[in-house]
């Protein structure tokens, strides 16, 4: 069986690399593409979204077991399109040189920075928003000029088909390949010499993909995940925290990168926030059971991934506190999992171990806020924080005191949907960035270039060094 699979790693290697030697060669052809020829694929793969809404829905839908239609056009293709359309319309300006100060001993030279592409980037997207994330990355690498190869995931097989083919059908392979198959397809494509590669998934699985970089030297933004902590300030209203907090956790079930993974609460106010929390979800999702709005965990494996959180929880001594009046406990026919609050969490739980990744919802109370800032910084820095409050000077402590990727104010997950914002992790939740601007530079080597002038004394401290240089010298480090 080993041999088996090696050969299909090395057969699997061997296209991989055909595909890439293709688009480096395209790359040699052009490769500095205008600002029309960049918006012309951009525009394409406007037009490749946007006539293709339903069936790509429908294809998430199927892969997930059933994934709402509603969520599919509201978090992924509506933030796809506008950050395509966003790049659109800063593209002039992102492409033009950057003037820079030159030194008072080095004028009158001249000093600027010119972006230029890459060559060929590789995207890994995950399964939990396929189509925004291939879409987002490839429209930045688009934009900074270069080709690209998406490595779509095996656990969205029929979105991963779709979108492979309508790429192929909007694009030649040397401006894009989308790549299919499963976990060792993917081990080979991370070992590829891309120009740059963006990988966007979990902790565990990002090691493995730096490692495989760095054989290359490949430069790599990981977009990772964690526990991103919601804390509630002292006196903010519990309602609304409860509202923001669930919306956020309960889109595609949980299952979203950014979700909050767990609650920090004003000591006392636990059960004032379980009951607007019980009535927000009730109220979103008055037949859990049934509701086309709520999506279902994508697989098995996931499923009994995340009862094994519960299980674990209430073994060591955890409430767990259903928020459905419809539906109060897991559903394995339908991989439906209601949202679930749990109160008495400690630390030796796998719930509050690993990032939850689902509808799970841990509840812990602060004494003071000093506790839930040292309760965030004690762990590893996360991609995301929430901060509820409408105290300035609390909310700049909070800002200036902890460490995540990206954070929201008094509400949650929006900052991704921010393209003038850059979207990235630091530490364990990622390195890098991309969205706007900031994913133009990732793709983009930004070249010191320095221009000098005819008139020039630089002659002046060439060699044999005298008594002038001496002088010369002697004036500059005074």
Not at 189 to 214: D, E, Y
Request: charged residues 25%.
């Amino acid at each position: 069986m080993g041999s088996i699979e090696n050969s299909a790693v090395a057969a699997a290697a061997l296209t991989l690399n055909d595909s890439l030697a293709r688009q480096r060669e395209a790359f040699a052809r052009d490769p500095h593409p205008l600002r029309q020829e960049r918006r012309r694929r951009l525009l394409l793969l406007e037009k490749l979204l946007r006539d293709n809404i339903d069936s790509l829905a429908a294809a998430i839908d199927q892969d997930f077991g059933h994934r709402s239609r509603d969520e599919t056009r509201l978090l992924e293709i509506f933030p796809s399109l506008e950050s395509i359309k966003h790049a659109r319309r800063h593209l002039g300006q992102w492409m033009r040189d950057e003037q820079r100060p030159v030194s008072l001993w080095f004028q009158p030279g001249r000093a600027k920075v010119v972006l230029q592409p890459l060559g060929v980037v590789g995207i890994i997207a995950p399964w939990n928003y396929p189509i925004l994330l291939a879409a987002a990355p490839l429209a930045a690498a688009l934009a900074a000029g270069n080709r690209a190869m998406v490595k779509m995931s095996e656990y969205t097989p029929r979105t991963a088909r779709l979108f492979a083919d309508l790429i192929a059908r909007h694009f030649t392979a040397e401006e894009i390949t989308v790549v299919e198959g499963d976990a060792k397809v993917a081990q080979a494509f991370a070992l590829l010499p891309f120009n740059h590669l963006l990988f966007t998934g979990s902790t565990k699985v990002g090691h493995s993909v730096m490692r495989a970089a760095a054989e290359n030297l490949t430069p790599v933004t990981l977009e990772l995940g964690g526990k991103s902590p919601a804390i509630v300030g002292p006196d903010y209203p519990i309602g609304h925290a409860a509202e923001r907090i669930l919306v956020g956790k309960t889109v595609n079930a949980g299952q979203t990168c950014i979700a909050p993974d767990y609650v920090l609460l004003p000591a006392g106010k636990t059960a004032a926030f379980l009951d607007a929390a019980r009535a927000v979800v009730n109220r979103c999702y008055p037949d859990m059971a049934r509701t086309p709005d709520y999506t279902a965990i994508i697989d098995q494996r996931h499923f009994a991934r995340l009862s094994g959180y519960l299980d674990d929880a209430v073994d060591k001594g955890a409430r767990v506190v259903p928020l459905s009046n419809s539906l109060a406990a897991p559903d394995g026919v339908t991989r439906r999992i209601p949202p679930l609050a749990l109160t008495g969490v400690r630390d030796d739980m796998q719930v509050m171990q690993d990032e939850i990744f689902g509808p799970l919802l841990p509840i812990i109370e602060y004494a003071k806020l000093d506790d839930a800032i040292a309760h965030v910084n004690a762990r590893p820095r996360p991609l995301a924080l929430y901060y509820f409050d409408r105290d300035g000077d609390r909310v700049n402590r909070v800002l200036r005191e902890t460490v995540a990727g990206g954070v929201t104010i008094n509400d949650t997950i929006l900052h991704i949907a921010q393209d003038h914002l850059p979207f990235g992790g630091v530490g364990h939740s990622g390195m890098g960035h991309y969205h706007g601007r900031e994913g133009f530079e990732t793709f983009s080597k930004k070249k010191a270039v320095f221009v000098q002038s005819r008139v020039t004394a630089i002659s002046l401290f060439n060699p044999p060094y005298g008594r002038l240089f001496d002088a010369l010298v002697r004036f500059l480090i005074r």
